[in-house]
């Protein structure tokens, strides 16, 4: 969850640790040109759920971090580290015992910082994982420690809850902790329950900048829904719920308790916003795949934290600056012929067309649907994109309307799926290429009468491109790339590679190609020729962010001069979708 200043200028966002730093960071940028001010590292790395707080005076930032873990995954020795704002110092490691920190509040008046944290042991139980924690700090707690001294001043347990969030009302006396079911009410002077608010399994909460409107959101079993309810804070009635689709990841409130911003995995990350006086969801912005949100203190402006892919950067020739951002759909792309519109696709976001000129979306197309990529035709007419991995959908690019969809050949349980498309330059053909659980293979359409004109057994992989001539199709897979010759749909040659070869894209007089791997760590280009069939290396390098990895694409426009980046998630070679067109 990101943290906005109080000025609203500076943006603080925590990043797991990665390959080139060990342990976690906290990022601070500036919300008018988006420039990086500065870069936190923490002691020991930051754990998930991230829970990350300013100071009232903005001059620390409180973060969660794990000292101690068994199995890598759960936390068996949380934290809150302090950080100095100003020179980047950390001020202090104050340990939660064996307990993992899940949320993390600082008093507005500055005096005291209050951590939810509860024990999060794997399943065998190591005596890390079974002992009481060391000094004055219970498991399973709301604990509250000095912001001078960093010592534990008091704690209030929850033997059979698991506290996980914490808001703190304005004036410092009143704490909400959502923990196994419900709301509890806290007199922090005293660290007492002063009432409990029963709100089913309430994870994530979000207090009005006025105190008086609590939202809280639990998800239903299953995951599938989610019901949001909000608290008068000042008699304790509750209002609601307003169920919702998909599983709550966050909530955000306006100032004034008007509005509710909630994320929710439906199964991408979507954003509802919902009216806290008509208990309905009154707007869902169509942003791609949402994460969280932030509300500016004047609460005149929202902004939504999107997943990698959400945006796509503009560099020139030459330089490795992006000169401009364009919205994006969260997954592939392509570009028009005349440069102007980038068609994206993603996960239940269907298709975007966005503006090359103003960056933002003109369009959106096939709404709600599970779009793996799409291409476009030479005069820019027709667009066609792989639906659900099952069907090639002909979209007319005008008006954005499906006119026909064209099955492809599925087979074996679970169903093998096509991850992506590829055009010929003449716009007579497409290759839609699959790599499933059984046979991988690639199929051939007939663009003039959209008829299948021959499927390529055992040519599959988890990309493809055909260079500009039309006269041979580059698959990428996962030691090699195949090279098919388009006049017999035969292969004519194979070049050595590393694993996953993820995405391929040619230079537009079609003399060198660029290949992008998961797993590589050094560049250099490859002779196109299908007589010269020999990679010295790969023009590649891959980023790891705690279990998601970034993978980073380039597209060229007709003039070589324009390359769009986008970064995607890749969750393993299977998932992997192509990028370029």
Same mark, same amino acid.
């Given at each position: 969850m990101p943290v906005l200043?109080?000025?609203?200028?500076?943006?603080?966002?925590a990043a797991p640790s990665g390959p080139t730093y060990s342990n976690g960071q906290i990022i601070a940028v500036d919300r008018l040109n988006g420039k990086t001010l500065h870069t936190y590292r923490t002691k020991y790395p930051i754990w998930n759920p991230v829970s990350l707080a300013l100071a009232p005076n903005q001059s620390r930032i409180y973060v969660d971090t794990c000292s101690s873990s068994a199995d890598g995954s759960t936390c068996q020795g949380g934290n809150v580290e302090v950080l100095d704002v100003a020179s980047g110092q950390n001020l202090a490691v104050i340990s939660a015992?064996?307990?993992?920190?899940?949320?993390?509040?600082?008093?507005?008046?500055?005096?005291?910082?209050?951590?939810?944290?509860?024990?999060?042991?794997?399943?065998?139980?190591?005596?890390?994982?079974?002992? %009481?924690?060391?000094?004055?700090?219970?498991?399973?707690?709301?604990?509250?420690?000095?912001?001078?001294?960093?010592?534990?001043?008091?704690?209030?347990?929850?033997p059979t809850g698991t506290p996980s969030s914490i808001v703190i009302t304005p004036d410092s006396q009143t704490g909400f902790v959502a923990s196994g079911g419900n709301v509890y009410q806290i007199a922090l002077a005293q660290m007492t329950l002063a009432a409990t608010i029963p709100v089913g399994d309430a994870a994530f909460m979000a207090l009005s900048g006025d105190g008086t409107t609590l939202a809280a959101a639990e998800v239903s079993a299953g995951y599938l829904n989610s019901e949001l309810s909000f608290i008068n804070t000042a008699t304790g009635a509750m209002t609601g719920p307003v169920t919702l689709s998909g599983a709550v990841s966050g909530v955000s409130i306006a100032p004034d308790g008007s509005a509710a911003y909630v994320t929710a995995y439906n199964p991408l990350d979507v954003l509802y916003v919902v009216s806290v006086q008509d208990l309905k969801v009154v707007a869902e912005p169509p942003l791609g795949d949402v994460l969280a949100t932030v509300v500016s203190p004047n609460g005149e402006e929202l902004y939504p934290l999107l997943a990698?892919?959400?945006? %796509? *950067?503009?560099?020139?020739?030459?330089?490795?600056?992006?000169?401009?951002?364009?919205?994006?759909?969260?997954?592939?792309?392509?570009?028009?012929?005349?440069?102007?519109?980038?068609?994206?696709?993603?996960?239940?976001?269907?298709?975007?067309?966005?503006?090359?000129?103003?960056?933002?979306?003109?369009?959106?197309?096939?709404?709600?649907?599970?779009?793996?990529?799409?291409?476009?035709?030479?005069?820019?007419?027709?667009?066609?994109?792989? %639906?659900?991995?099952?069907?090639?959908?002909?979209?007319?690019a005008s008006t954005g309307?499906? *006119?026909?969809?064209?099955?492809?050949?599925?087979?074996?349980?679970?169903?093998?799926?096509?991850w992506a498309l590829a055009i010929t330059p003449a716009g007579d053909r497409i290759y839609a290429i699959g790599s499933g659980y059984t046979l991988d293979s690639t199929v051939v359409i007939d663009t003039r009468n959209l008829a299948i004109l021959a499927t390529l057994a055992g040519a599959g992989g988890y990309s493809l491109a055909i260079?500009?001539?039309?006269?041979?199709?580059?698959?990428?897979?996962?030691?090699?790339?195949?090279?098919?010759?388009?006049?017999?749909?035969?292969?004519?040659?194979?070049?050595?590679?590393?694993?996953? %070869?993820?995405?391929?894209?040619?230079s537009p007089d079609g003399t060198r190609a660029y290949a992008w791997g998961a797993t590589l760590r050094r560049g250099s280009t490859s002779s196109t020729r299908p007589r010269s069939l020999s990679l010295t290396s790969f023009l590649a390098r891959s980023a790891l962010a705690a279990w998601r990895s970034r993978l980073m694409a380039r597209c060229f426009t007709g003039e070589g001069s324009l390359p769009h980046s986008s970064s995607a998630q890749n969750q393993g070679p299977s998932s992997i979708r192509n990028r370029c067109r």
């Open positions: 200043s109080s000025d609203g200028n500076t943006f603080y966002v015992g064996t307990d993992q920190v899940f949320g993390i509040a600082a008093a507005p008046n500055g005096k005291t910082v209050y951590a939810a944290h509860y024990p999060n042991s794997p399943d065998c139980c190591f005596s890390i994982c079974c002992a %009481v924690p060391a000094g004055s700090v219970p498991p399973s707690a709301i604990t509250a420690f000095d912001a001078t001294s960093f010592q534990p001043v008091g704690s209030l347990a929850f990698a892919g959400s945006a %796509v *950067e503009v560099l020139q020739q030459g330089s490795v600056t992006p000169s401009k951002l364009l919205r994006a759909a969260g997954g592939g792309f392509a570009l028009s012929p005349d440069g102007q519109t980038l068609y994206s696709t993603g996960p239940q976001s269907g298709l975007w067309a966005t503006s090359t000129t103003t960056g933002q979306v003109v369009k959106t197309m096939l709404p709600k649907s599970f779009v793996y990529g799409v291409v476009v035709s030479p005069d820019g007419k027709m667009l066609y994109a792989n %639906v659900s991995g099952t069907s090639v959908v002909v979209v007319n309307e499906g *006119e026909k969809s064209i099955p492809l050949p599925v087979q074996g349980s679970p169903v093998s799926l096509y260079n500009p001539s039309g006269d041979a199709v580059y698959i990428g897979q996962y030691l090699a790339i195949d090279v098919i010759q388009t006049a017999t749909n035969k292969v004519i040659g194979t070049i050595s590679a590393a694993p996953a %070869v993820n995405s391929i894209a040619f």
